[in-house]
């Protein structure tokens, strides 16, 4: 069985969709202390879930993604609730579910799934077997409760991405992947942008969309951008970049993008060949709103050249990803989006 692709009709329609904000940075907004695990909020906090999506729709979000990035039993397992995987993630998706549905216009509910925070043998104790059986008991939530595809993020090692993917295609789910190349332009793990799409040659159920989320900022995002375009010219392309940079003011971390620079970003985005542009860390609804006015009003402008972010958005943090095994291969813990 082929799962549907809701994503490709919106795209076919609209051209271009705008994925949501940062979950993370509005959550502790609306209270969330640190170290608490969001998904409890499902259950406990309803409303303010409620609240986080409304305002993500009400700026132009054509995607919404469920407050369950956490939500496999090893990220679940650090707050002892390693046994409600299910329930919390039919609970994320249910309550995304029901805010799209009131919508004004079509909004995809798309589930989120993070890494499990465990390293896959042979680096770590993690089997591929147990990485997906773990991965399908989320995924198994987010379809009871209604998502529409499987939204893959913050990922760093292509054997869990292949992990999170087959999970999402013996639940009968499209899915997306987007990982976090915040290593020396490359992944953690050392995946050039590149070859993003290529994980997933190995998998039966080729993936709804691939691309970036979270890393650091902007600029290098977009050009992680240019190196997933030429590594797979034909691939529908998501960029989900930070809000500027993280800098710290005492205790608290702060994102230094403005809504202009992220208008921006987007029409950089656009340039660049992205058929899915949202923002992650720090990106606020006044930020968002800004995204889609841009992504309205603006039409493919020419080719994107690292030179042009550079002028646009500012300077790389990083040098753009080397070919060959230039990036260090140390642990990724998984951090939470947004």
């Not at 309803?46 to 990035?69: C, M, R, Y």
């Not at 989120?112 to 939530?141: C, N």
């Not at 972010?309 to 990724?332: M, T």
């Amino acid at each position: 069985m082929t799962a549907d692709n809701p994503l490709a009709a919106l795209i076919a329609e609209k051209g271009v969709l705008l994925a949501d904000g940062a979950t993370g940075t509005n959550l502790f907004a609306m209270g969330l202390e640190s170290g608490d695990a969001p998904e409890l909020w499902n259950i406990e906090a309803p409303e303010k879930i409620v609240a986080l999506h409304q305002g993500f729709v009400d700026a132009g979000s054509d995607i919404i993604l469920t407050n369950s990035f956490g939500g496999t039993r090893h990220r679940l397992k650090l707050h002892h609730a390693q046994d409600r995987v299910h329930e919390l993630n039919r609970a994320a998706a249910e309550i995304a579910r029901k805010v799209a549905d009131v919508a004004p216009r079509k909004v995809i509910v798309a589930g989120s799934v993070g890494p499990t925070g465990e390293l896959l043998v042979p680096l770590g104790k993690l089997t591929y077997d147990d990485a997906v059986d773990a991965f399908r008991e989320q995924v198994a939530g987010l379809k009871a409760g209604g998502a529409d595809v499987i939204w893959i993020e913050t990922m760093s090692a292509p054997d869990e991405m292949r992990a999170a993917a087959e999970a999402a295609g013996a639940e009968g789910m499209a899915y997306t992947c987007t990982a976090s190349f915040d290593t020396a332009g490359k992944s953690m793990m050392g995946l050039h942008p590149k070859n993003i799409a290529h994980v997933f040659d190995p998998v039966s159920r080729k993936p709804a969309a691939v691309g970036a989320n979270c890393g650091v900022g902007a600029s290098d995002i977009l050009s992680s951008l240019i190196d997933m375009r030429e590594g797979a010219p034909d691939a529908t392309i998501i960029v989900k970049g930070n809000c500027g940079i993280p800098e710290f003011q005492g205790e608290n971390i702060v994102y230094s993008g403005t809504p202009e620079l992220m208008a921006d970003y987007v029409r950089l985005a656009i340039d660049g060949g992205a058929q899915i542009i949202g923002g992650c860390c720090g990106t606020s609804f006044e930020h968002l709103k800004a995204m889609r006015t841009a992504l309205d009003e603006h039409r493919k402008n020419g080719a994107l050249t690292r030179e042009i972010i550079v002028e646009r958005i500012g300077p790389l943090v990083n040098s753009p990803a080397a070919d060959g095994e230039a990036a260090p291969k140390r642990e990724r813990r998984g951090r939470r989006r947004g």
